[in-house]
């Protein structure tokens, strides 16, 4: 079966500190990998995505995400945050070709709450 | 160029009402999905059309819940005899192309089954 799975689903952190959110998949055929931020009572807005190339992908907001085929992961980093980038992440993948029709599969969300 | 609009925003329901979710894409996107956020939960998707055509229904629950995306007008995701279990929110999901081009959310209908 083909999923993604969002290791935390809570991650609190102090502001100007680095944060790691972590995401694994789980896809029998190649996959694009996407990042995507909900702030409260929004809809999703893409922070980055991975469709080939390198690996270390940079998004906006000064977010980066690394792709490990091997341990089929894709971490998403940002080396010092904001009390602005409170919000809950969604990692996500369709898959590169076939029939899937572009439809995207998510993880279930990891809450990203900045402290002062 | 204005974003994916969705309204209403907000629906309430009793056991047993319709709800109608509407979803206008973006200018000049011709894809739309729909994807479904229970409480605590990610996003699933649940069905893809194109104007005038059901592309794929399979994240679709078999009864009660039907889509469309006319030829004029926003796409309509309907949902017959609400239950509490339908209280979720809602998003709308637009692309220009097929392929790998990104789709842009709207900002959901949040609906409540009272």
């Known amino acids: 079966a083909q999923s993604v799975t969002q290791l935390d689903s809570q991650v609190p952190v102090f502001e100007e500190a680095p944060v790691e959110l972590r995401c694994n998949y789980s896809?029998?055929?190649?996959?694009?990998l996407f990042w995507y931020v909900q702030y409260p009572n929004q809809g999703l807005q893409l922070l980055l995505k991975?469709?080939?190339?390198?690996?270390l992908v940079k998004g906006i907001n000064g977010f980066e995400a690394e792709f490990n085929k091997s341990q089929t992961s894709f971490h998403l980093r940002k080396p010092s945050v904001h009390i602005s980038d409170t919000a809950e992440y969604f990692c996500?993948?369709?898959?590169?070709?076939?029939?899937?029709?572009?439809?995207?599969?998510f993880g279930q969300g990891t809450i990203l709450t900045v402290h002062p | 160029n204005a974003g994916v609009m969705q309204n209403p925003r907000h629906l309430v329901r009793r056991r047993g009402q319709e709800a109608r979710l509407r979803c206008s894409p973006m200018?000049?996107?011709?894809?739309v999905y729909w994807y479904r956020q229970l409480p605590e939960e990610g996003l699933k998707f649940m069905v893809y059309?194109?104007?005038?055509?059901?592309?794929?229904e399979s994240g679709m629950p078999k009864e009660r819940f039907s889509a469309e995306f006319p030829k004029e007008g926003p796409s309509i995701l309907r949902i017959q005899q609400v239950v509490r279990g339908d209280s979720a929110a809602y998003f709308c999901a637009s692309r220009r192309t097929s392929g790998i081009d990104e789709q842009f959310f709207g900002p959901g209908t949040r609906l409540t089954v009272l």
């Open positions: 059309l194109q104007k005038e055509n059901i592309i794929d």
């Open positions: 996500a993948f369709k898959r590169a070709g076939g029939t899937s029709y572009g439809k995207l599969t």
């Open positions: 896809s029998s055929v190649s996959v694009y």
């Open positions: 200018k000049g996107h011709s894809h």
């Open positions: 991975y469709l080939s190339g390198s690996t």
